[in-house]
T-cell receptor, first 114, second 114 residues
Framework: AQSVTQPDIHITVSEGASLELRCNYS??????LFWYVQSPGQGLQLLLK??????LVQGIKGFEAEFKRSQSSFNLRKPSVHWSDAAEYFC????????????FGKGTHLIIQP | NAGVTQTPKFRVLKTGQSMTLLCAQD?????MYWYRQDPGMGLRLIHY???????AKGEVPDGYNVSRLKKQNFLLGLESAAPSQTSVYFC?????????????FGPGTRLLVL
């Protein structure tokens, strides 16, 4: 069965500092990987996704993620965070066809210090 | 385009009561999903549908039923609500293009079962 691990439940970063959120996955075939962001009381918004090709993918809001097959990782990065980035971030893995839904990690809560 | 909408936004039930959550999408998506989100658990798939008239069980289907009578609607039913079903429920939809799946999420329904 597929699974996603987000090792950090909470992360605190100063505004303007760089950010890296970790995601490790377990999947038997080629994974389709996603990062979603959830602001308080809101639904989920897609930040970026990886299906194939270039292992460094760019997303919205200045985020990027790098797929490393050898490490089964798909870490999310941003060079300089803004206070508006404070939110819950979810990594997810899918089978590619979309039919059987996504498996989500438990999320990382990002706190931005002024 | 409204995207994915959910009705109601918030509901309080007493143990044993029944209710139906409605999800509607106007993107002509084939696939639709119901997830529940609990603190520290991420999102877990309850049921999903790959087309009108078809449904399938996800990771946590017990206590829920679903129906997809129309392509644009996906209903989630609780026949006899239990306090363990207190959660935030998210509906999502996607288009079945292999390698291009992106799930679009609704704003969520907060359910409190007393």
């Amino acid at each position: 069965a597929q699974s996603v691990t987000q090792p950090d439940i909470h992360i605190t970063v100063s505004e303007g500092a760089s950010l890296e959120l970790r995601c490790n996955y377990s999947y038997g075939a080629t994974p389709y990987l996603f990062w979603y962001v959830q602001s308080p009381g809101q639904g989920l918004q897609l930040l970026l996704k990886y299906f194939s090709g270039d292992t460094l993918v760019q997303g919205i809001k200045g985020f990027e993620a790098e797929f490393k097959r050898s490490q089964s990782s798909f870490n999310l990065r941003k060079p300089s965070v803004h206070w508006s980035d404070a939110a819950e971030y979810f990594c997810a893995v899918g089978s590619g066809g979309g039919a059987d839904g996504l498996t989500f990690g438990k999320g990382t809560h990002l706190i931005i210090q002024p | 385009n409204a995207g994915v909408t959910q009705t109601p936004k918030f509901r309080v039930l007493k143990t044993g009561q029944s209710m139906t959550l409605l999800c509607a999408q106007d993107m002509n998506h084939e696939y639709m999903y119901w997830y529940r989100q609990d603190p520290g658990m991420g999102l877990r798939l309850i049921h999903y549908s790959v087309g009108e008239g078809t449904t399938a069980k996800g990771e946590v289907p017990d206590g829920y039923n679903v129906s997809r009578l129309k392509k644009q609607n996906f209903l989630l039913g609780l026949e006899s609500a239990a306090p363990s079903q207190t959660s935030v429920y998210f509906c999502a939809s996607s288009y079945p293009s292999r390698g291009q799946e992106t799930q679009y999420f609704g704003p969520g329904t907060r359910l409190l079962v007393l």
